[in-house]
């Protein structure tokens, strides 16, 4: 054994010892009803921004909205999908994509029509 490596053969076994993964499905009913539910708040909270985007983009006009704040809400929401796709987290990633296509939809509409 390399004299660098004494004593750390052993912390990849010990560290996956002490990672309490939970069992999927989870037991608890509420927990499995979360679980699924979450897929449908994902998709739903993008699509109750439409309207704004059929707003916008239907009427051609962008006075009353903010390009500084849709900027900012598209670029958090690219962060947040980085995020999603490094935790491997799907019910994120599919709002977060949800939430860039809507925001940058919008952020457009804002920048050709005001």
Same mark, same amino acid.
């Given at each position: 054994?390399?004299? %660098?490596?004494?004593? &750390?053969? *052993?912390? *990849?076994? +010990?560290? +996956? ?8 499905? *989870?037991? %608890?009913?509420?927990?499995? !009803? ?31 909205? #903010? ?8 670029? &958090? #929401? ?8 490094? *935790?491997?987290?799907?019910? &994120?990633?599919?709002?977060?994509? !949800? ?7 919008? !952020? ?5 029509? +005001?």
């Amino acid at each position: 054994m390399p004299k %660098n490596s004494a004593g &750390l053969h *052993h912390f *990849h076994v +010990r560290k +996956r010892i002490h990672v309490k993964h939970e069992s999927y499905p *989870h037991q %608890n009913k509420w927990v499995r !009803l979360m679980d699924k539910l979450i897929y449908l708040v994902g998709v739903i909270g993008p699509i109750m921004t439409v309207p704004q985007l059929y707003e916008v983009w239907s009427k051609q006009a962008a006075d009353s909205l #903010s390009l500084i704040t849709w900027a900012s809400w598209t670029i &958090l #929401s690219c962060f947040w999908l980085v995020y999603a796709i490094m *935790h491997k987290s799907w019910p &994120l990633i599919i709002s977060e994509i !949800l939430w860039v296509i809507v925001e940058a939809g919008v !952020l457009v509409g804002i920048i050709i029509y +005001r």
